[in-house]
């Protein structure tokens, strides 16, 4: 069998084998050569005013919006976002409790019994060893 395969691969086209030459990477593709409005969203550090970093949102022209209107905008987001989450029902609530409960005291447990485990091992090296 194995003296078989060997035959096919003397005897295959040169053309039907894979190439053993490295392919060239794919090229990349940056934002500048991106043609259209693909303007980044913020400028480069030094090119606002002063020399301090300019943010340029994009779709956002004229003057900005008031504090009020700004605080009013949010509380509206944030009810919109609440109705959408899904609260978990009382008995989820309480089984969570109860394995957390549970899985802290077997931890706690575990711990302890292992610190006391190795201070009676170091307590006893110390005192065969004469310190």
Same mark, same amino acid.
């Given at each position: 069998?194995?003296?078989?395969?060997?035959?096919?691969?003397?005897?295959?086209?040169?053309?039907? /084998?894979?190439? /053993?030459?490295?392919?060239?990477?794919? #090229? @990349?593709?940056?934002?500048?050569?991106?043609?259209?409005?693909?303007?980044? !969203?913020?400028?480069?550090?030094?090119?606002?005013?002063? #020399?301090?970093?300019?943010?340029?949102? @994009?779709?956002?022209?004229?003057?900005?919006?008031?504090?009020?209107?700004?605080?009013?905008?949010? #509380?509206?987001?944030?009810?919109?976002?609440?109705? !959408?989450?899904?609260?978990?029902?009382?008995?989820?609530?309480?089984?969570?409790?109860?394995?957390?409960?549970? +899985?802290?005291?077997?931890? +706690?447990?575990?711990?302890?019994?292992?610190?006391?485990?190795?201070?009676?091992?170091?307590?006893?090296?110390?005192?065969?060893?004469?310190?």
């Amino acid at each position: 069998m194995a003296r078989q395969k060997d035959d096919n691969l003397e005897n295959a086209d040169d053309n039907s /084998l894979p190439s /053993l030459e490295p392919t060239p990477p794919p #090229g @990349r593709t940056g934002s500048t050569d991106v043609e259209g409005d693909a303007s980044p !969203r913020a400028a480069r550090f030094g090119e606002g005013p002063e #020399g301090r970093g300019a943010r340029r949102e @994009r779709g956002l022209t004229g003057a900005r919006a008031g504090f009020f209107e700004r605080i009013t905008t949010f #509380g509206s987001d944030v009810r919109s976002e609440m109705r !959408r989450v899904t609260w978990p029902t009382l008995k989820d609530v309480q089984n969570t409790t109860i394995i957390t409960i549970i +899985a802290v005291a077997f931890f +706690a447990t575990y711990l302890w019994l292992i610190d006391k485990g190795w201070t009676f091992v170091i307590n006893g090296l110390t005192k065969a060893l004469g310190g």
